[in-house]
């Protein structure tokens, strides 16, 4: 078992259980009840033994539920009463593989949207592996996939199934109004229940929309709070860029507003360039958009572990549920928007959320991210999508619905400005020469000869960029297998769209690119292009462990 591989995820505890065939392995990162959470976790008689990553928020009000059970330790990882069906009571992110050594019958889960990473593998020798990265599995498996989120994996089936069953999942178009206040109460409650923390933590802020309302909220609602008792009152945000960039100017503004404690951490092109092979090697894709920003994201958990942070807010998600891409201004209608939303959501744990845990855990960091609460997508995915649709002559902008929400003349949550802000990927945010650097540097790497043999030299996915051709070279060093290239997304993409929705306008089929600026006649600094006709114009930002098991049986890797 390569245990090794992931002791970057969780540097406060290793843990191994072995029973019979199976063992359970554990690299903690101990976010809540560090003293006495070690994994793996049991119950009373210790016959039950779980590995988690992640975090369940409703742990409190669930043990009310089990009176009659004596918990072990004050962590949010032990629950085994209710058989396979309690997996839909947890209100969290999670990845997990609970044994119940009595039978040796074994479930492994993933959360609702894939906000923690796993994967899952098969040995010739009939071994099930399961980890929280391929780096775990990907040397010992004849087999092996990404796990897919919502699901739930039975031993005793030896199969997966979907346990995550929301009524957004069939793209059925909702028809419910726009309450303005339910969606405000909806978001608060979720960035409130992720205040659970018995360590220093702060919010990853961009200055754009949802990391600005990310921050704002917590700042309201720290006071009071264990953490606040714990830390203090004052809340820590943290931003990345190159020097002048406009995030770093625009997160500088949203935190003197808000009076944060604010850290800027600057890098070049130079630092972003050097740290590549790392990056690829940490998020394991060689998905263009991914790369681009996962890199500064990557640089910045480094210097914010540094500080003692062990927890990080962030905005990851806003998007896909709200329609905040920049392409959806092209939207045909109602429909086929809320369809984008809903295949955008579906695809998250291949792109924001496997940035977001990777980045992150790749320096024993946690990021949490409350626009994926469960709660919260039910609300806003149920909302008329004609409500969510950009109108930018009636001023209807990207993420309409949601700046309205929190658009209070008496107690601002932020400045008009940060408010109505245009949407900027985090990638072309931390500064526009980022992404051109990139492009320069793998001109520099991949020759025409080379572009041109690309369909023999990898016919799957074939890189029709020589920016992708770069990292595909480097990914394929690190995970040679054809089903490491598997895990991968391919297809078409402008602007992070799907490749469904390119058929929403015939020019962009000429113009494929993952940044936000190949929205042209969109995003306000678009690449210089002559193209025909103006489109809609609109004033908006992205923003911004464990592990092991295996048995001959399993192994499992937190």
């Known amino acids: 078992m390569n245990v090794v591989r992931l002791k970057h995820r969780g540097p406060d505890w290793s843990g191994l259980y072995h029973h019979g065939d199976f063992y359970l392995a554990h690299q903690r990162l101990a976010i809540v009840d560090p003293a006495s959470g070690d994994q793996p976790l049991f119950n009373e008689d210790k016959k039950i033994v779980v590995t988690v990553n992640g975090e369940i928020y409703n742990h409190e009000q669930l043990r009310r539920h089990l009176p009659n059970h004596k918990f072990r330790t004050g962590s949010d990882c032990e629950y085994e009463e209710y058989g396979e069906e309690f997996v839909d009571m947890l209100d969290g992110m999670f990845s997990f593989v609970l044994l119940d050594t009595r039978n040796n019958h074994f479930i492994a889960a993933r959360d609702a949207v894939g906000i923690t990473s796993l994967y899952i593998g098969w040995g010739l020798d009939g071994s099930v592996w399961i980890s929280s990265e391929l780096k775990g599995l990907n040397d010992d498996c004849e087999h092996f996939e990404t796990f897919p989120p919502g699901h739930l994996y039975s031993s005793k089936e030896g199969a997966l199934r979907r346990w995550y069953n929301p009524t957004w999942f069939s793209e059925a178009i909702p028809s419910t109004p726009y309450d303005p206040l339910v969606l405000r109460r909806a978001f608060e409650n979720s960035v409130i229940k992720r205040l659970m923390t018995d360590v220093p933590f702060g919010v990853l802020l961009s200055g754009g929309l949802d990391s600005s309302l990310v921050a704002s909220i917590t700042a309201r609602h720290l006071a009071g709070t264990k953490a606040a008792k714990l830390w203090g009152t004052q809340l820590h945000s943290f931003c990345v860029g190159l020097k002048g960039s406009p995030d770093l100017k625009a997160a500088k503004e949203v935190a003197d507003y808000l009076g944060t404690v604010h850290h800027e951490f600057y890098f070049t092109v130079q630092d972003g360039i050097d740290a590549i092979e790392d990056v690829i090697y940490h998020i394991e894709t060689y998905d263009v958009t991914t790369i681009r920003a996962s890199t500064p994201m990557f640089l910045m958990s480094r210097k914010i572990k540094s500080l003692g942070v062990k927890m990080v807010m962030s905005g990851e998600g806003s998007d896909e549920v709200f329609g905040g891409y920049l392409y959806f201004h092209k939207a045909p209608n109602k429909e086929e928007f809320h369809r984008e939303t809903c295949r955008k959501i579906k695809a998250l744990h291949q792109y924001d959320c496997l940035r977001a845990n990777k980045a992150t855990s790749a320096w024993g960091l946690e990021a949490r991210v409350p626009f994926l609460d469960k709660e919260f997508i039910n609300v806003a995915m149920s909302i008329d999508p004609e409500w969510k649709l950009i109108k930018p002559e009636e001023g209807r902008i990207e993420k309409w619905v949601l700046r309205k929400a929190f658009d209070d003349e008496e107690n601002p949550y932020l400045p008009k400005h940060i408010l109505y802000r245009q949407k900027e990927q985090f990638s072309d945010g931390v500064g526009y020469s980022w992404i051109d650097g990139l492009k320069a540097h793998a001109e520099q790497h991949v020759t025409d000869e080379m572009m041109l043999n690309a369909t023999h030299i990898f016919p799957h996915n074939t890189p029709t ?94």
């Open 465 to 558: 960029t020589k920016e992708a051709y770069y990292y595909r070279m480097i990914f394929e060093r690190f995970f040679p297998q054809n089903p490491a290239r598997m895990t991968v997304p391919g297809g078409a993409s402008v602007a992070c769209s799907t490749a469904k929705a390119i058929e929403w306008d015939a020019s962009w089929s000429n113009n494929l690119d993952p940044s936000g600026r190949a929205a042209l006649w969109v995003h306000l600094s678009a690449y210089d292009q002559k193209l025909p006709s103006a489109g809609n114009l609109g004033p908006n930002i992205i923003d911004v462990v464990p592990r092991i098991v295996s048995v001959p049986g399993v192994t499992i890797r937190s």
